[in-house]
């Protein structure tokens, strides 16, 4: 029966099913039982967090364009700046909601890991565009740790001129300026530092 039931487990409860030993009939039905809850206990609590941090965000950047939304257990802020052609500065007009988020993370969320993405226009090559996203995501990255996050727990990364993820589809130059952006997504709330849920050289590109 347990190793039926091994087998209908996957993802994080298969993990602690082979923790406690491989899913062979040793294995003590109680121990399973136990480590099971355990890790939908730490899953909800998880949630509970992430639903905080959203509600959170969604209130303190209500004043910026840029959206938030929960998927998959992560928290996604797009978007996060933008950035001219060809271009991979930081606009000053990006910056307080950098400085908003970058103080949301480190009040409540110190141990919150953050994917910075980058992303281009269209216009250019394929491997241009990678390196220029990736360019713009560790600008934002960069001034993030300057506001006191972690550069540990900042993980930059370039979706380049990757169509499933482009605003405005096959746009460049002016009208493809919602691509140039950077988004940032909370793969991880961690915990809150209260204890508990936190309050309310290549062809030039786009």
Known sequence: MLNSTC???????MVAA??????THYVKQADFDSAIAELRA?????????DSLTQEMQQRFAKYDAQI????????LDTAAHFAFNDATLRDQDKPLLDD???????????AV???EGFADPAGSASYNRRLGERRAKAVRDYLVQEG?????????????AVNRQVERGQSHEAGAANRRVTL???FAGQSSTGTAAPGAGTTAG
């Open 7 to 13: 087998r209908r487990t996957a993802g994080p409860l």
């Open 18 to 23: 082979l923790a406690l030993g491989g899913c």
């Open 42 to 50: 730490n899953d909800q609590k998880q949630q509970q967090q992430l």
């Open 69 to 76: 939304a929960q998927m998959g257990g992560r928290v996604r």
């Open 101 to 111: 988020f970058a103080k949301v993370i480190s009040q409540h969320y110190p141990g």
């Open 114 to 116: 953050v994917t910075v």
């Open 149 to 161: 996050l972690s550069a540990d727990r900042l993980r930059p990364v370039s979706y380049g001129e």
């Open 185 to 187: 997504v909370v793969d």
